[in-house]
């Protein structure tokens, strides 16, 4: 495990490098407060072009706040993200170009149907009709939702949300997909669809990086990871480096700091 290898607070907001191996996403010194509650503590991230990135971490513990500001969501009090080298709060639209996104919550236009939305996702992102058409059919298809496609997004369950929401992030083929929570509230066979999706998306040369509570998923796809606590990073590597031969979740509780419950507090339970 690499602990402390990048931590808190990172003083510099300088570009990364211009060359071939420039990383998919890099955020230098990153930092969001809400009040007196400092959410995010300017953390300094390199996801690697062509890996698939965990983000792990308890609840509260920055991960939402972090991402969306990584993608033009949230801007941030300090720091900088860049998408291949473009700058996210700079040059939003060349970096949003490479960028799908899934954000976490019900941020969507709902009173559209599912093919709706991905229609108005694609022409929007300046596609062709009959182009954006056929995706969306393909989209629709592999992801189980034909007959939702003439459902309003409203009417959607939780699991069907999300998939519909990651339709929307694929439609553009980008080149690197950011997620918040891809695997909450999914069925366990719509999961191994997209976890199909996603790693056959890494293949072709694609990054994602998204964030997650479940060991296992991150276990199972992730070649690297970063575990975000009390807005910082308090571990990050790939995942046999964090992992140090040990179950992620082992490493998880200890570098987060869990406790266990004594079974007296609640004794009147
Ligand atoms: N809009 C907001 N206004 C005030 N506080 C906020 C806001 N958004 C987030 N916070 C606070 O910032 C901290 C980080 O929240 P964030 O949603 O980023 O955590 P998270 O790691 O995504 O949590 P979870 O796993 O529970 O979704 C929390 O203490 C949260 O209460």
């Known amino acids: 495990m690499s602990s402390g290898e990048t931590t808190a607070a990172a003083p510099s907001v300088e570009a990364p490098p211009v060359d071939g191996a420039q990383p998919a996403l890099a955020l230098r010194g990153l930092a969001k407060r809400f009040g007196l509650k400092v959410a995010v503590a300017g953390i300094h991230l390199d996801v690697p072009a062509g890996s698939f990135y965990g983000l792990l971490g308890p609840n509260g513990a920055g991960k939402t706040t972090s991402l969306s500001m990584a993608v033009g969501l949230l801007r941030p009090d300090a720091g900088a993200a860049y998408v291949l080298g473009q700058d996210v709060w700079a040059d939003p639209v060349a970096a949003k170009r490479l960028l799908g996104v899934l954000p976490d919550g019900v941020r969507m236009f709902d009173r559209l149907t599912g093919r709706e939305l991905l229609a108005y996702t694609g022409l929007l992102r300046g596609m062709p009709a009959d182009e954006v058409d056929a995706r969306a059919r393909d989209l629709l298809d592999v992801l189980g939702l034909v007959e939702a496609g003439q459902t309003l997004v409203v009417d959607y369950s939780a699991g069907m949300r999300k998939k519909i929401g990651l339709a929307c992030a694929l439609l553009h083929a980008p080149r690197v997909l950011v997620l918040d929570e891809p695997f909450e509230a999914v069925d366990p066979v719509s999961a191994a669809l997209i976890r199909d999706i996603l790693q056959r998306y890494v293949h072709s040369g694609g ?33 046999a480096d964090v992992r140090g031969g040990r179950d992620l979740e082992e490493v998880f509780v200890e570098v987060v700091g869990g406790r266990t419950a004594t079974g007296k507090e609640l004794s009147w339970l």
């Open 207 to 239: 990054t994602v990086i998204f964030s997650s509570h479940v060991m296992q998923v991150v276990e199972r796809l992730c070649s690297h990871v970063a575990i975000l606590a009390e807005g910082q990073i308090k571990a990050v590597g790939t995942l």
